[in-house]
């Protein structure tokens, strides 16, 4: 089963007018869809632009793991580990709540700042906080999160290229550039893809692109 979501479905959130805006695929906050609370492992995925300036303050979180993907410009974070950092393109950030962690994330920067934030189900709720950055996450390496028993790849496609699905329960796919093609259907920027139970898939990119695919249980 192949269920495509467009990203101009999306429900709007954030806050405007202090610089925020969010775009959400799922249920979240004072958005409520008894329908749309999760896909596997899955809780959120939040397409995120921070005007220059602008930011969440300090919050809580907890049995979360949050891993965040930056698109352009840089991501400023501090946490209640003791850990703090600007995060760039290419890297990918990863927050496990565990028991209870709290986090701040601005734009400390000149220009706009873009990213997609995925929040996943732990497999075992609670324990220690965990925090790490992996920078400029290579072509093709995966991204494991035991915690929640899932992987992250991140692909760019040129022109013409093909990329694998992986072969998984659950795949749920985010179009983060490009025009791409998934079994007929015709994919853009924002676009996301809940994929149950298939096999030997694959995208087909008509310009260069760049998609998150997660492998989930």
Request: negative net charge.
């Amino acid at each position: 089963m192949i269920d495509v979501r467009r990203g101009a479905d999306r429900y709007e959130g954030g806050d405007p007018a202090t610089g925020i805006t969010t775009r959400h695929a799922f249920s979240f906050g004072s958005y409520y869809d008894p329908d749309n609370l999760r896909f596997g492992p899955v809780l959120a995925c939040n397409e995120e632009t921070l005007a220059p300036g602008a930011g969440f303050d300090e919050h809580p979180h907890s049995h979360t793991e949050i891993v965040t993907w930056v698109v352009e410009g840089e991501l400023t974070h501090r946490d209640s580990t003791g850990e703090s950092g600007r995060v760039g393109p290419g890297d990918v950030q990863y927050l496990g709540a565990g028991s209870g962690a709290r986090h701040v994330e601005r734009n400390d920067g000149a220009t706009r700042l873009r990213f997609v934030q995925t929040w996943l189900a732990p497999l075992t709720p609670g324990g220690e906080p965990s925090y790490e950055v992996v920078r400029g996450l290579p072509e093709g390496t995966p991204y494991k999160v035991p915690a929640a028993g899932a992987v992250l790849h991140v692909r760019r496609p040129g022109a013409g290229e093909r990329v694998h699905v992986p072969d998984a329960e659950r795949v749920y796919l985010h179009v983060v550039r490009g025009d791409l093609r998934l079994d007929g259907e015709e994919l853009g920027p924002g676009d996301s893809a809940r994929i149950t139970g298939e096999h030997g898939l694959e995208i087909t990119a008509g310009s260069p692109g760049e998609v998150l695919i997660w492998e989930l249980p």
